[in-house]
C-alpha cells in the first residue's frame, strides 16, 4: 500500500537556525514528489515538485532533494515568516490521486 | 491569473443535512480534484473529475458525489451529513487526466462544521 511519513511532527527553530524536513514514501511507481506550504485554515500552496532520484529544486531559502525512498526539505536561515505546516505528497501510478503525510509544523522564533 | 476559487468559505449544517460545495479551477485547467482534510492531518483523497467524468475516487461512501461542468467547474455534494464530516474541503485543478504527475494547484477550501 501506498504511504507517506513525515518527520518530525513539529519543529521549532530560532530564526537563522537550518534545518531538515523529511518525507519517506512508499509507492508503487512514483510519478511524482509534491512539497506544499499551508498555513492555519488556509489552502495547501504548492512549492516544488520532483520526479526523479537525485533532482533538486531551490526557491529562496527552501531547497528540495529526492532520493528513491525519501525527500528532504531544507531551509536555511529561516525567518518567522516560513512557519507554517509543510505536507509532503506523492502520486503513484496511474493514478491522479495525491497521497499525503501528515505533515510537519515548522515554527521559527525571532 | 485567477487561482482555484471555492465557495462557501465557511458553512455550518445540522446533522442529517446536505451539503453542497463548489470550486472554480485555475484558468487553463480542466481537472478537479476533491480533497478532505480533518484538523491536524493531511488531506485524503475524495475523488476526481475530468471531462465530466468521475475518473478517481478515494475510500469514501457513496454519501459523497460530485459533478463537472461544461466549464469545467465542479460540485461536492455530502448527504445525510455525520458529525464526521466536519473538516476542511479542498479542491485542486490540474491539467489533463492526471497520471503522469501533474502538479495541482489548491484553493482556499471550505470550512464545514456538522453540529
Known amino acids: 500500500e501506498d504511504q507517506v511519513t513525515q518527520s518530525p511532527e513539529a519543529l521549532r527553530l530560532q530564526e537563522g537556525e537550518s534545518s531538515s524536513l523529511n518525507c519517506s514514501y512508499t509507492?508503487?511507481?512514483?510519478?511524482?514528489l509534491f512539497w506544499y506550504r499551508q498555513d492555519p485554515g488556509k489552502g495547501p500552496e504548492f512549492l516544488f515538485t520532483?520526479?526523479?532520484a537525485g533532482e533538486e529544486k531551490e526557491k529562496e531559502r527552501l531547497k528540495a532533494t529526492l532520493t528513491k525512498k525519501e525527500s528532504f526539505l531544507h531551509i536555511t536561515a529561516p525567518k518567522p515568516e516560513d512557519s507554517a505546516t509543510y505536507l509532503c505528497?506523492?502520486?503513484?501510478?496511474?493514478?491522479?490521486?495525491?497521497?499525503f503525510g501528515q505533515g510537519t509544523t515548522l515554527q521559527v522564533k525571532p | 491569473d485567477a487561482g482555484v476559487t471555492q465557495s462557501p468559505t465557511h458553512l455550518i449544517k445540522t446533522r442529517g443535512q446536505q451539503v453542497t460545495l463548489r470550486c472554480s479551477p485555475k484558468?487553463?485547467?480542466?481537472?478537479v480534484s476533491w480533497y478532505q482534510q480533518a484538523l491536524g492531518q493531511g488531506p485524503q483523497f475524495i475523488f476526481q473529475?475530468?471531462?465530466?467524468?468521475?475518473?478517481q475516487r478515494g475510500n469514501f461512501p457513496d454519501r459523497f458525489s460530485g459533478h463537472q461542468f461544461p466549464n469545467y467547474s465542479s460540485e461536492l455534494n455530502v448527504n445525510a451529513l455525520l458529525l464526521g464530516d466536519s473538516a476542511l474541503y479542498l479542491c485542486?485543478?490540474?491539467?489533463?487526466?492526471?497520471?503522469?504527475?501533474?502538479?495541482?494547484?489548491f484553493g482556499p477550501g471550505t470550512r464545514l462544521l456538522v453540529l
Open positions: 485542486a485543478s490540474s491539467i489533463g487526466l492526471a497520471g503522469a504527475g501533474e502538479t495541482q494547484y
Open positions: 509507492v508503487s511507481g512514483l510519478r511524482g
Open positions: 520532483l520526479y526523479s
Open positions: 505528497a506523492v502520486a503513484s501510478g496511474n493514478t491522479g490521486k495525491l497521497i
Open positions: 484558468s487553463g485547467h480542466d481537472t
Open positions: 473529475y475530468y471531462e465530466e467524468e468521475e475518473r
